[in-house]
Every structure is written in structure tokens, then in C-alpha cells.
């Protein structure tokens, strides 16, 4: 299971706390800061002696703030907040696995759906490693099938819900193919987050089209695997996994994908795992010009000449761990 000091990163001294996992009855007394967003300066939003109420919260929220920060001497003190708080959110016995997913759900999108929006690629990297570690910690939880997780995920297609979903999904095929170890799987949501990061470059105008894309918008769309790599690829805190799923989620076994028309086992695992979620999430959502096909249905057309792109393992895994509910 992940450490609680990896799920607060540790940033230039002060530990970020996202501001959805705060509730005002009981935010430690310590000092919390606040990023200006002119300078990207942290300055001081609270004193420790003053309390929270809720329309403090509800201002942060509404002013798209979504991180506050602790200084080094308090993040004991914040970090076993934080964990009870997750341990609480994920535990609730008093909730069913699908009351307590479904929570979980609107948090930890609520926090990738903001540094989407912020388009700054540490945060991102922060907001995904949160994420990443309450996703994989639900989904370790063996109550809940995959019927329940399809049936409990967000169909309307954003970025950021597709993003999540397909994070969510690598996670249970990965573990049901035995593919990574436990302490790995948190890499594995991650890479599925951080999968359409390249989307950013491309405009909306594009991506939220409600008519097909004429051939040349479709270029422009079909370079944000390459968009991805260049923004992530000098990074330190991303393994090679995790790069090759940003770049190469969209190439084909058949050598009929793109960016630059890999085949077979050129093709990283990894990325090949996500090819198979992202295929079948991208059917069963609904889409700006179509609405989502029933499960069955999305199998079918996967099926059909779709699958010689996939690789046949994980599609069958997949399948057959769907379908079984
Ligand atoms: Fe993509």
C-alpha cells in the first residue's frame, strides 16, 4: 500500500494539500498557504489560530483554488490528517463499495478536473499521484467487481472523466493479468491519468467537435501522443512506462496506429494494456456526436476488425473479466 509521505508530495519545502479533502470541523491549527496565481508565490491564507468556517471553503472552491500548502514544520501534523481523512473516505463501513467509490469518485475528479484546467504540468503530476493512490487503494478492495466499477463510472466524455476511467480501468486489468506487482499498480494509474495529457495542446474547438473530424483536424488531433512525450519527457518523477503509454497508447499491433506505426511488441505493455481500456471506455461513453453502446454492443464492434489491432491476450482478459460481472 502506497506510504501516506508519497500521497503528500513534498514541494520546495511546503506539503500541498488539496482542498477538497479539507472539511472546516477539523483542518489542524497550522499555518496554510495559498499560491498567488500571478507570481506563483506562496503567501499566507490562514493562521494557524484562525478557525476555518465553510464559506472559507466555499470561496477556495469557487476561486478554482484547489491546493493549499502546509510549511515543512506542519506537515506531521497535516499528513495524519490527510491520511485519516483517506482512510475514513475508504473505509466508511457505514457506506457500501459502491457508495464509497462514488465518493471518491467526485473527489478525486473534482482535483485532476482542476489541474486540467490549471494546465501546469507539475501540478498535474502532483494531482495525479494523489489520485492514483486513492484509486488503486479502492480498487485493492476486493468487494467491488468490475460490473460495479463500469456501472459506477461516468460516461460523459471530458478528458478528464476518460482519463480517470481509464486509469481506473488499467489498474483492474493489470491486476487481473497479474501484470505488475502491488506496489506498482500506482504507476499503472498514473500512466492511465496522464494517458491524453498531449490533449492539452490540441484546441477544444477540435477536441469537443460534435461532427467528424475532417482529415486534417484529425492530424492535428492525432499528434497529442507526441505533444504528451515532449511534456513529459525530461521529467524526472515519470518512468519509462509510464512515458511509452502517453506515446504510444494509440499504435496498433497491426502497425496501423500512430504516431509512428509501431508493431507488436515494439509496442510497451504498458501502453498496450491501455490501448485495450481506452478502446472500450471511448465506446461505452457517450461522445459529442454519438451516444455510448451498451456493453455487449461495444464487445461486438470490438470484435471486428478492431481487435487485430489489439493485443489478443489483454482484449480477452478484458472481456472475459467484464462479462463475467
Ligand atoms: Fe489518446
Redesign the pocket.
Same mark, same amino acid.
Given at each position: 500500500m502506497t506510504p501516506t509521505s508519497t500521497i503528500a508530495i513534498q514541494c520546495l519545502g511546503y506539503t500541498p494539500i488539496p482542498v477538497a479533502l479539507l472539511s472546516c470541523d477539523e483542518v489542524p491549527m497550522v499555518d496554510l498557504y495559498r499560491k498567488d496565481v500571478e507570481t506563483g508565490r506562496l503567501r499566507l491564507y490562514r493562521a494557524a489560530n484562525v478557525p476555518m468556517v465553510p464559506e472559507d471553503l466555499e470561496r477556495l472552491v469557487q476561486s478554482k483554488v484547489s491546493w493549499l500548502y502546509t510549511p515543512e514544520v506542519d506537515q506531521g501534523e497535516m499528513q495524519l490528517y490527510i491520511r485519516r481523512k483517506l482512510d475514513r473516505l475508504v473505509n466508511d463501513n457505514s457506506l457500501n463499495v459502491r457508495e464509497r467509490f462514488g465518493r471518491l469518485n467526485e473527489v478525486v475528479e473534482g482535483i485532476l478536473g482542476s489541474a486540467f484546467e490549471v494546465d501546469e504540468t507539475d501540478e498535474l503530476m502532483r494531482s495525479s499521484a494523489y489520485v492514483a493512490s486513492m484509486a488503486v487503494r479502492l480498487l485493492c478492495q476486493n468487494e467491488m467487481t468490475a460490473g460495479d466499477l463500469i456501472s459506477l463510472l461516468h460516461h460523459d466524455y471530458q478528458t478528464v472523466t476518460h482519463s480517470l476511467n481509464v486509469a481506473y480501468m488499467m489498474v483492474t486489468l493489470a491486476r487481473e493479468m497479474r501484470m505488475v506487482s502491488d506496489s506498482e499498480l500506482q504507476s499503472v494509474a498514473v500512466a492511465g491519468i496522464l +494517458?491524453?495529457v498531449g490533449?492539452l495542446s490540441v484546441s477544444e474547438r477540435i477536441l469537443n467537435k460534435s461532427q467528424r473530424l475532417q482529415r486534417r483536424e484529425e492530424r492535428i488531433a492525432q499528434k +497529442?501522443?507526441a505533444h504528451g512525450f515532449r511534456r513529459l519527457c525530461e521529467r524526472t518523477d515519470i518512468s519509462y512506462g509510464q512515458l511509452m503509454v502517453v506515446y504510444q +497508447?494509440?499504435e496498433r499491433m497491426t502497425g496501423k496506429g500512430y504516431p509512428v506505426g509501431a508493431v507488436g511488441e515494439e509496442i510497451h505493455p504498458w501502453a498496450r494494456l491501455c490501448s485495450v481500456v481506452?478502446v472500450f471506455e471511448s465506446l461505452i461513453s457517450n461522445r459529442p456526436y454519438r451516444r455510448r453502446y451498451p456493453l455487449t454492443e461495444a464487445f461486438q464492434i470490438m470484435d471486428g476488425p478492431l481487435s487485430a489491432g489489439l493485443d489478443r491476450e489483454m482484449y480477452q482478459c478484458w472481456k472475459q473479466h467484464i462479462l463475467k460481472k
Amino acid at each position: 500500500m502506497t506510504p501516506t509521505s508519497t500521497i503528500a508530495i513534498q514541494c520546495l519545502g511546503y506539503t500541498p494539500i488539496p482542498v477538497a479533502l479539507l472539511s472546516c470541523d477539523e483542518v489542524p491549527m497550522v499555518d496554510l498557504y495559498r499560491k498567488d496565481v500571478e507570481t506563483g508565490r506562496l503567501r499566507l491564507y490562514r493562521a494557524a489560530n484562525v478557525p476555518m468556517v465553510p464559506e472559507d471553503l466555499e470561496r477556495l472552491v469557487q476561486s478554482k483554488v484547489s491546493w493549499l500548502y502546509t510549511p515543512e514544520v506542519d506537515q506531521g501534523e497535516m499528513q495524519l490528517y490527510i491520511r485519516r481523512k483517506l482512510d475514513r473516505l475508504v473505509n466508511d463501513n457505514s457506506l457500501n463499495v459502491r457508495e464509497r467509490f462514488g465518493r471518491l469518485n467526485e473527489v478525486v475528479e473534482g482535483i485532476l478536473g482542476s489541474a486540467f484546467e490549471v494546465d501546469e504540468t507539475d501540478e498535474l503530476m502532483r494531482s495525479s499521484a494523489y489520485v492514483a493512490s486513492m484509486a488503486v487503494r479502492l480498487l485493492c478492495q476486493n468487494e467491488m467487481t468490475a460490473g460495479d466499477l463500469i456501472s459506477l463510472l461516468h460516461h460523459d466524455y471530458q478528458t478528464v472523466t476518460h482519463s480517470l476511467n481509464v486509469a481506473y480501468m488499467m489498474v483492474t486489468l493489470a491486476r487481473e493479468m497479474r501484470m505488475v506487482s502491488d506496489s506498482e499498480l500506482q504507476s499503472v494509474a498514473v500512466a492511465g491519468i496522464l +494517458h491524453d495529457v498531449g490533449k492539452l495542446s490540441v484546441s477544444e474547438r477540435i477536441l469537443n467537435k460534435s461532427q467528424r473530424l475532417q482529415r486534417r483536424e484529425e492530424r492535428i488531433a492525432q499528434k +497529442h501522443p507526441a505533444h504528451g512525450f515532449r511534456r513529459l519527457c525530461e521529467r524526472t518523477d515519470i518512468s519509462y512506462g509510464q512515458l511509452m503509454v502517453v506515446y504510444q +497508447h494509440h499504435e496498433r499491433m497491426t502497425g496501423k496506429g500512430y504516431p509512428v506505426g509501431a508493431v507488436g511488441e515494439e509496442i510497451h505493455p504498458w501502453a498496450r494494456l491501455c490501448s485495450v481500456v481506452n478502446v472500450f471506455e471511448s465506446l461505452i461513453s457517450n461522445r459529442p456526436y454519438r451516444r455510448r453502446y451498451p456493453l455487449t454492443e461495444a464487445f461486438q464492434i470490438m470484435d471486428g476488425p478492431l481487435s487485430a489491432g489489439l493485443d489478443r491476450e489483454m482484449y480477452q482478459c478484458w472481456k472475459q473479466h467484464i462479462l463475467k460481472k
